[in-house]
Nanobody, 125 residues
Framework: QVQLVESGGGLVQAGGSLRLSCVVS????????MGWFRQSPGKERERVAA????????FTADSVKGRFTISGDNAKNTVYLEMNGLKPEDTAVYYC??????????????????WGQGTQVTVSS
């Protein structure tokens, strides 16, 4: 059973940076398509970024393009979301997700099998 544990959230001022981490256990990141999602109160869950099993970035939401970067470290079995130029509208709970995949250059839109517990990111103005 794959488990995902996120960390790195917190309170930051607008314009600041945070790096979220998602440690994968019970499987290897290189066997899975990985994604970061976020959800704030009253809003739909939003896909933020995703990488394929080789760590190639396949998707970045327009709302974060140029500010957020997703990456993976095979040796540490960890996926990261580097967030720069944070804005108050980035405030949300951020979730890591995984789906086993044999395909390269492929990530699901929303149909992920495993989800982390989430980490809160709050950006003050």
């Amino acid at each position: 059973q794959v488990q995902l544990v996120e960390s790195g959230g917190g309170l930051v001022q607008a314009g600041g940076s945070l790096r979220l981490s998602c440690v994968v256990s019970g499987g290897t990141f290189s066997e899975h398509a990985m994604g970061w999602f976020r959800q704030s109160p009253g809003k739909e869950r939003e896909r933020v970024a995703a990488i394929d099993r080789n760590g190639v970035t396949i998707f970045t939401a327009d709302s974060v393009k140029g500010r957020f970067t997703i990456s993976g470290d095979n040796a540490k079995n960890t996926v990261y979301l580097e967030m720069n130029g944070l804005k108050p509208e980035d405030t949300a709970v951020y979730y890591c997700a995984a789906r086993r995949s044999t395909r390269l250059y492929y990530v699901p839109t929303s149909d992920y099998t495993y989800w982390g517990q989430g980490t809160q990111v709050t950006v003050s103005s």
